[in-house]
T-cell receptor, first 110, second 115 residues
Framework: GENVEQHPSTLSVQEGDSAVIKCTYS??????FPWYKQELGKRPQLIID???NVGEKKDQRIAVTLNKTAKHFSLHITETQPEDSAVYFC?????????WGAGTKLIIKP | EAQVTQNPRYLITVTGKKLTVTCSQN?????MSWYRQDPGLGLRQIYY???????DKGDVPEGYKVSRKEKRNFPLILESPSPNQTSLYFC??????????????FGEGSRLTVL
């Protein structure tokens, strides 16, 4: 079955710098890759997603890239702000079951 | 307001005492799912349902039951809770399309402690 690995588990960046979180997946049939953000004490919320027919997608300061050959996808956050502090989860799906990464705690240092 | 509602939000119980966590959504979503979240393990799927009367096991179904008698409700049942089921539980729902689930809408979470 599908397995998703997410790195790093913790990422600390200076405010204003960029942050990159990477995920690898094992099932080449996976075709949908969402990213969720979970603020402390809150529920996860979708921030961006990408399908396998697209290599990159951007939404303001957030972008996701997908490399199907290498079976990895990454979340890029530019010009980080304090409100970006949260846990970020990647996931992969080839149908109706999402397989999740273990999460990355992003810390924005002032 | 579109939402997924879970109850109770917090519960402390004892080993073996049956409990039910309710989940209801008002968005007419076909897909509903239960997850448990434990530190360092991310979100692990317990059960999911593609539509009324259709349920499937996720990654960690042991010790749990679900039912989907109505489209809006998807209760999670712990017949005989044990301490290893102490966790934060999330219910989520979405539309189904393009061969995948769409954006998942999560409830606020239910923190369960089994003594």
């Amino acid at each position: 079955g599908e397995n998703v690995e997410q790195h790093p588990s913790t990422l600390s960046v200076q405010e204003g710098d960029s942050a990159v979180i990477k995920c690898t997946y094992s099932d080449s049939a996976s075709n949908y890759f969402p990213w969720y953000k979970q603020e402390l004490g809150k529920r996860p919320q979708l921030i961006i997603d990408i399908r396998s027919n697209v290599g990159e997608k951007k939404d303001q300061r957030i972008a996701v890239t997908l490399n199907k050959t290498a079976k990895h996808f990454s979340l890029h956050i530019t010009e980080t702000q304090p409100e970006d502090s949260a846990v970020y989860f990647c996931a992969a799906s080839n149908g109706y079951q999402l397989i999740w990464g273990a999460g990355t705690k992003l810390i924005i240092k002032p | 307001e579109a939402q997924v509602t879970q109850n109770p939000r917090y519960l402390i119980t004892v080993t073996g005492k049956k409990l039910t966590v309710t989940c209801s959504q008002n968005m007419n979503h076909e897909y509903m799912s239960w997850y448990r979240q434990d530190p360092g393990l991310g979100l692990r799927q317990i059960y999911y349902s593609m539509n009324v009367e259709v349920t499937d096991k996720g990654d960690v179904p042991e010790g749990y039951k679900v039912s989907r008698k109505e489209k809006r409700n998807f209760p999670l049942i712990l017949e005989s809770p044990s301490p290893n089921q102490t966790s934060l539980y999330f219910c989520a729902s979405s539309f189904v399309g393009q061969g995948n689930t769409g954006e998942l809408f999560f409830g606020e979470g239910s923190r369960l402690t089994v003594l």
